[in-house]
């Protein structure tokens, strides 16, 4: 039975503040992987985070179907933001 899953953006590491050169400035979201309807699988790449001076590929921490995307590319996020919902198997 599927049930839905609510995927997060992660802990920052805790790098990212101790040496300052990661988290300087906003973390945005770079790029959008996916769309509703499509099938993902573990670790399957949904988003990419830019920090100013890394990129970061989030992966899904399920597979399923995405069911709704909550960010867009060019937008600001923060730690626990909603990026998508998954129908999850």
Request: aromatic share 4%; proline share 4%.
């Amino acid at each position: 039975m599927a049930r839905l899953v609510e995927v997060r953006i992660p802990i920052y590491p805790d790098c990212w503040e101790t040496c300052g050169s990661c988290a300087q400035g906003d973390v945005t979201v770079e790029d959008v992987l996916v769309a509703p309807g499509d099938l993902v699988r573990f670790d399957d790449n949904v988003i990419t985070l830019e920090t100013g001076k890394v990129a970061l590929d989030i992966q899904s921490p399920h597979a399923g179907r995405v069911v709704e995307v909550f960010v867009e590319a060019g937008q600001h996020v923060a730690e626990g933001a909603l990026i998508l919902t998954l129908e999850a198997d």
